[in-house]
């Protein structure tokens, strides 16, 4: 417990330095980063006779309870052609109901149903469409339902480039 306090805390940490450098801003309640488009357009795609596996691992710092609904809360795009392998989901929760995640391409999902999370176990989405194009819009909507609270859930995407 203490372990994830601390990192909870340096999290907060280097978040608050990031905003005082100017690399993070704040939009709309929302941590957004700051890129430079000139080093993001001159950046190459990597060969496809090279694919490789990727994690991303999505921390939302933020309490969400019932009944509310979040439509595009993360945004970003897919900066090559890839493979969705799995996409999965862990929340601290207290009470009933779900806290749910759907990962979109663009407009359309790309899991069976959206992912519901809970404190005693990750739960693994089931994937509806794995090929993610390149330069994709990809955003996640949170859902919130029943009579609980859930904090910081984390979601991780695990994929493979094309």
Known sequence: MRKARFIEALIFMLLILAGAWGILQLEQGRITAKLDPVAMAS????????????????????SFTTGTSYTNYIKFKAPWPATLIGFQAIARTSGAGALTANL??????????PVSMNTTTVTEATI?????????TMTIDLAATGTGTWTNPTLQLIWKRK
């Open 43 to 62: 950046t190459a795609n990597p060969s496809p006779a090279s694919p490789g596996y990727w994690t991303n691992v999505i921390y939302i710092p933020a």
């Open 104 to 113: 979109k391409e663009g407009a359309t999902t790309v899991l069976s149903t």
């Open 128 to 136: 509806s469409d794995a090929a993610i194009a390149d330069e994709a």
